[in-house]
């Protein structure tokens, strides 16, 4: 492979010139962090689309349903989901030319230091301590501050009507969870997964289609009984994590653990059994994508750069031209932390019962108020006081007792109007809220990922090698000689019947064979059909393998079957 540097440049160029992605609304100039898909590239993210739903949906089918949820959210959604108040970047503004600049981004570039996760007053100070400016006028840089990256919009003509549009696809997917459980006869764990467009108003997208500000995203949350002792099945994706984690990256150390997710449960180095799964789910997918075991790496992100929902949260990286190491999908063990806030902000139970395996006698300690000494302290106010008391846990009792009184209702109570007794009871079963874990993918950054490791140059022209399963046009059907009527007729109808199939299909008769097969090639088309003369004499046609140039005849009507068991 005869690649040079600017290997990024020439699949821009490419990717431009053959149909996969530009930049929007470009005879106006371009807007940042927006990109076109064109018909090849929206061809290769429905194939990335496809291949993700057999991996996280339909080899799921046990567990995990497909559901759709609208793309805008009213702001209760997004205050109850921490969203309104920690989903910011920090930004800082040129006290002379007025240039808005993402603080950490900033500071990383012109310092060569990691400052992601830091307040916005830590980063005001290291801008003060290396005296850093403005990189277009030299101007001060003002204190930095936090920005929303929620787009906001109203629903209907009323202003106080706020809602926003969904940075992620997850919040729907947690508010109908009890909809989906009900429908599901109430079986766990049980995965929700949804494909749709998201909006992050980034402050200054960059490195091209790996930060949009609109994209899709593909997102399951699992939800499952943190007391389950059930064990994932792992000898469904036997993958080896290559993992490095946030102890290794605080110690400034690069040190990559290469172990089974099984394993990297039973070492503490990943804290769920169903993080570790569904990280081995992605291994596997992005090996399919195109991706070597070497080219994927799970970073592990240090508690100031975890979501604000996350309790653990693995990002999963490949290496790419131009950009190295880049986030392709997030895992994060969310725990009860969204569906325990919409419970709170919405007063709907949220909870599920689960039945025991085996009904069992547990002892219970209960508190017992002795309201005849109530009376005795607090005559007529007995029974205010009373519905005060009876707000009181166990443990708060218990500790009242070590005390010796409480204050409740501006009524000092004594202790020995309480008592704490033990009573057995037989449980059969218990509610609780489930936790999740959350694997979420970007698409086009797949789709660039993919174009990356297709992209070969060879004897002065491109392939691109596409995983024959992702591939926009899977068989191209040339005449041998255009002008040959007979021949015509024959491409025509294998190009037909190949569209009946089901299969993609380019049908192209301009100019020599060899420049049609360049030209499938760099697009990535994996199967190319040719037609001649002996095609009349025997019902047999060329077919062509685009990686090794490789040609067999086989007949003409098995063409279609052939192609469906190589892809």
Same mark, same amino acid.
């Given at each position: ?114 400052? =992601? ?103 399951? =949350? ?65 090996? =399919? ?247 009349? =004499? ?30």
């Amino acid at each position: 492979m005869d690649v040079s540097s600017d290997k990024y440049e020439k699949i821009v160029d490419l990717a431009a010139r053959r149909g996969f992605f530009w930049p929007s609304y470009e005879i106006y100039g371009g807007l940042a962090g927006f990109y076109d898909l064109g018909p090849l590239g929206s061809l290769l993210k429905e194939n990335i689309r496809k291949l993700w739903l057999d991996y996280f949906v339909f080899r799921h089918q046990d567990m995990v349903v497909l559901i759709e949820t609208p793309v805008i959210a009213p702001e209760i959604v997004f205050k109850a989901s921490g969203h309104v108040e920690s989903f910011t970047d920090p930004i800082v503004t040129c006290s002379k030319c007025g240039k808005i600049y993402r603080a950490d981004h900033l500071l990383e570039d012109i310092l060569g230091i990691k400052v =992601e996760g830091l307040r916005p007053e830590e980063l005001t100070s290291i801008i003060r301590e290396k005296g850093v400016k403005c990189p277009s006028c030299g101007g001060e840089l003002e204190d930095v501050r936090t920005f929303n990256l929620l787009f906001q919009t109203n629903v209907g003509p009323y202003k106080h009507d706020v809602a926003y549009l969904r940075p992620e696809a997850a919040q729907g997917m947690f508010t109908s969870f009890k909809r989906v459980f009900n429908a599901m006869r109430y079986s766990l764990p049980l995965g929700i997964a949804q494909v749709g467009r998201v909006a992050r108003n980034e402050i200054s997208p960059r490195q091209g289609m790996v930060r949009l500000r609109e994209f899709t995203i593909m997102e399951v =949350e699992f939800f499952f009984d943190p007391e389950d002792a059930e064990e994932p099945d792992f000898s469904r994706f036997p993958e080896k994590l290559r993992i490095l984690t946030a102890d290794a990256r605080s110690k400034g150390l690069d040190e990559v653990v290469v172990v089974r997710p099984e394993e990297a449960v039973a070492e503490g180095i990943v804290l769920n059994k169903w993080l570790a799964y569904w990280m081995s789910v992605a291994q596997a997918f992005a090996k =399919e994508l195109g991706l070597r075991e070497d080219e994927i790496l799970f970073e592990e992100k240090l508690p100031e750069e975890r979501a604000h929902y996350s309790k653990q949260t693995f990002d999963q990286l490949v290496s790419i031209s131009r950009w190295g190491w880049v986030e392709i999908s997030g895992h994060a063990y969310r725990t009860d932390y969204d569906l325990s806030r919409h419970m709170q902000f919405s007063g709907e139970d949220m909870t599920v019962y689960r039945e025991l395996k085996k009904p069992k006698e547990v002892t219970k300690k209960s508190v017992v108020i002795d309201q005849e000494l109530l009376k005795e302290y607090f005559g007529s106010d007995t029974p205010r006081v009373l519905q005060a008391l009876r707000r009181l846990s166990v443990e708060e009792v218990e500790k009242i007792l070590s005390e010796g009184e409480v204050i409740v209702d501006g009524f000092k109570v004594p202790a020995r109007v309480f008592r704490i007794e033990e009573v057995k009871e037989v449980v059969r079963g218990r509610r609780f809220i489930p936790h999740v874990v959350e694997p979420s993918f970007g698409a086009e950054r797949l789709l660039l990922v993919v174009l990356d490791k297709a992209y070969y140059e060879e004897g002065g022209r491109v392939v691109l090698k596409l995983p024959p399963k992702l591939a926009p046009y899977k068989l191209a059907v040339f005449p041998l000689i255009p002008k040959e009527e007979s021949l015509r007729t024959l491409a025509r109808r294998i190009y037909h019947d190949a569209v009946k199939a089901g299969l993609t299909v380019i049908y192209d008769e301009d100019g020599s064979i060899g420049r049609r097969y360049a030209r499938v090639d760099e697009i990535g088309v994996p199967f190319a059909v040719t037609v001649d003369y002996q095609s009349l =004499e025997d019902n047999t046609v060329t077919v062509r393998f685009r990686d090794s140039r490789e040609q067999i005849r086989i007949k003409s009507d098995e063409v279609i079957k052939w192609v469906l068991n190589n892809l």
